[in-house]
């Protein structure tokens, strides 16, 4: 303000008054010498018809213009059910996971697959130290949790990493300490579903 001028549009005459009176007293006279400091202008602002503001309106519309219908297209319907809803659930779905850790960061992701063939990814970013086993746990969970949160009741699992498949499996026995927590946590996991399977495949065709 202290380089431009300022144009002050007002209807209140106080602001007139406080802005051109030669003097002043008490707390105006403060406020004026306060603002002699910036170039202020006085502009009484002119009053607009509303006329005025509909004539404008009136040569902006455009030609594409189609107005909203708010009528109900299925005023006949009577109700919709769930039945092709739930059947779609019933069907298999389809879930890959897989998870990484090295020195730039420890990464998880899994995905899944609706019997129409729609992916639905998750990744996330894991901020503590973790092996690549435990990796390929936090992914499967991941998966598995974002399944139950869709109330899907019959999945699929794949995944390349071998020693995860087969201890979920109970092909193999967990020995490592730190993933005893994460098999139980699996355990309680797959009750949550009614048919589940892990298949294990190259790491080539994840």
Known sequence: MLYHTTWLISKLDP???????????GRMARWQILLSEYDIVYVSQKSIK??????FLATRITEEYEPLGFDFPDKDL??????ECESSKEKSWKMSFDGASNALGHGI????????????????????????NIAEYETCIMGLRAAIERNIKTLEVYGDSALVIYQIRGDWEVRDSKLVKYSDLMAGLIKEFKEITFNYFLREEN
């Open 15 to 25: 602001i007139k008054y406080m802005m051109e009176s030669p003097a002043l007293s």
């Open 50 to 55: 509303g006329s005025v503001i509909a004539d």
């Open 78 to 83: 009577m109700c919709i059910t769930e039945k």
């Open 109 to 132: 992701g899994s995905v899944l697959i609706s019997p129409e063939g729609n992916y639905y990814p998750f990744t996330a970013g894991l901020n503590f130290f973790c092996t690549n």
